[in-house]
């Protein structure tokens, strides 16, 4: 019988019963669970963070069972029974302010049915405030309180701040409970992938701890090196045999592709779970993670913000920075970070800054497509299509269908940009050549209004200057003058020196000098 593959499985029981392989964190539920009373973890979108608020509502309900061979079933020894109130809030779409009363009213009614309710208590924070009381009177027991991706309304409203204000004041009210029950509460734990924080919900949850940069709980959520090894070593083998590689290329790949996600800057890397176990259960590489998630309201934001697409190789920051997203806030890089998109590379310890980057191939790569047909000329279906020609084009040394190809994607520049229409055009060409980088050797040097790039393939060695309402003889006079092409003065492949001027008049690439070395 195959294995099978939690891709996708989000309930710990149904997971235990039906023989899924189950990847062992309930050390860490314990230590959770018996160490402190309120939490918030911070997680990409399917990193785990479902399946485990469900693990710890099957420890909290007593369910000894389903802990059968893993670690939790030694380190418990009275299983108590909890009453819990379970809330997700990820399986809604959230667009008018009554999406999210109706989420929140079907589950306080469903809570009321199981402990009561009072006339008295008006509106659902009131509600739920009565029903955490209830639970506890009526049970003897404190209540545990699990709330799943939490800022799921706050995230579909980025953009939208009449409705950011409505959500932010609905669950700022409900999520007060938390702290105004105190004395009713055993254990707490909000998950998301964002925190948002000053004027928004978190501002009076300041008994929350944060454990999202946090040493201890780092590998609470995706699968680790140690994990892969020892829970998927046999998977590998049949995943070399399938895709004919060697077990070590085979290892190599699921490193470059999956691995690379640092919670804190001491933490080992982090495979991304689901597109690691959905590369298992097909026996083929792909980007499974990526495409179950379109970053559009990260892309928006970048727009907006006319941010230089190309910075997004060299951020440095603080932890306050990555720690919450001010809703009020034009910086787009605490929202890309815990969404996933970027991650921790580098701790400098003397100045408490942070260096991100793309965590790995899928990524880097995913992210790239999906900015192309959001800044250029060209269709979300043949985006693929045109980078495939670009790169054919620069491997068989053709020149001039190659830049008539770019010419193309800086046709029906809006005139809204025209005032950023350099920072559009540089955006452009990045994204490009970053997409470019992925079958050819490309060296990509910027300094606002000019650009130098070298590409290099088998056969050709392109030597490029872009200038800004310049001329193509003055980038190719620059070429000339830096010597740029010295390095290749020596190589048999043929080396072209390219200048290239982009004109603010007509929006598009005006002239083109070429030259063989």
């Known amino acids: ?46 990193f785990g963070k479902s399946l ?13 069972d389903l ?84 800022d799921k309304p706050m995230l579909q409203a980025i953009g939208n701040e009449a409705l950011q204000n409505e959500y932010r004041s ?27 924080g000053k004027v928004s919900v978190f501002s009076d949850l300041n008994n929350l701890m944060d ?56 933490a080992i890397g982090m495979y991304n779970p689901f597109s690691l176990l959905n590369t298992f259960a097909k026996k083929r590489f792909g980007s499974y993670w990526f495409e179950t998630g379109t970053p559009t309201y990260l892309v928006e934001l970048l727009k907006l913000h006319h941010f230089p697409i190309e910075d997004l190789e060299h951020i440095v920051t603080s932890q306050p920075v990555l720690d919450s997203i001010d809703t009020a806030s034009t910086d787009p890089i605490p929202v890309i970070y815990q969404s996933g998109y970027l991650t921790i590379k580098g701790y400098n310890r003397m100045f408490e800054n942070y260096t991100l980057g793309f965590p790995n191939r899928e990524v880097e790569q995913g992210f790239f497509k999906f900015l192309l047909p959001n800044y250029a000329s060209v269709s979300v279906s043949k985006s693929p299509y045109q980078i495939q020609c670009f790169v054919e084009e620069i491997m068989a ?6 830049f008539e190809r770019l010419k193309t994607m800086f046709a029906d520049i809006p005139y809204e940009l025209a005032r950023d229409r350099e920072v559009h055009y540089q955006n452009i060409l990045y994204i490009i050549f970053k997409l470019m980088g992925f079958y050819v050797q490309v060296e990509y040097h910027t300094n606002r209004g000019r650009i130098d790039l070298v590409l290099q393939t088998q056969d050709y060695v392109y030597i490029m200057e872009f200038k800004l309402n310049g001329s ?43 030259e063989t070395l």
Request: hydrophobic residues 35%; negative net charge.
């Open 1 to 46: 019988m195959s294995k099978l593959y939690p891709v996708g499985v989000q309930n710990f029981e149904g997971l235990i019963h039906d023989g899924y392989v189950y990847v062992d964190k309930t050390a860490q539920v314990y230590e959770l669970f018996n160490t402190n009373k309120y939490y918030f973890l911070s997680r990409p979108r399917r």
């Open 67 to 150: 802990f059968k061979g893993l670690a939790l079933e030694k380190l418990e020894k009275d299983w108590t029974v909890y009453p819990v109130l379970h809330l997700d809030l990820n399986t809604q779409k959230y667009d008018t302010p009554e999406s999210l009363t109706n989420v929140l009213e079907e589950n306080v009614q469903n809570w009321e049915a199981l402990y009561g309710s009072s006339s008295g208590e008006i509106g659902v924070a009131r509600r739920f405030q009565g029903i955490i009381r209830r639970a506890c009177e009526q049970t003897g027991r404190r209540v545990v309180i699990l709330i799943d991706e939490y």
């Open 472 to 514: 193509a003889e003055e980038a190719l006079a620059q070429i000339r003058a830096k010597g740029y092409a010295e390095p290749f003065a020596k190589d048999k492949r043929t080396v072209y020196r390219i200048g290239v001027n982009f004109s603010d008049e007509i929006r598009n690439i005006q002239d083109i000098k070429i």
């Open 170 to 196: 609905t669950l700022k009210a409900f999520y007060g409970a938390l702290k105004s029950m105190d004395g009713c509460i055993r254990f707490a734990l909000l998950t998301g992938v964002t925190k948002f």
């Open 211 to 266: 454990i999202s940069m946090d040493d201890r709980y780092a590998e609470i959520c995706g699968i680790s090196e140690k994990e892969i090894h020892t829970c998927f070593e046999e998977d590998i083998h049949e995943l070399a045999a399938a895709t004919g590689m060697s077990y070590e290329e085979t290892c190599k790949e699921l490193k470059t592709s999956y691995d690379g996600y640092h919670f804190t800057e001491n």
């Open 52 to 64: 485990l608020l469900s693990t710890i509502e099957a420890y909290a309900l007593g369910k000894k």
């Open 397 to 402: 040394g053709k020149v001039d269908d190659f």
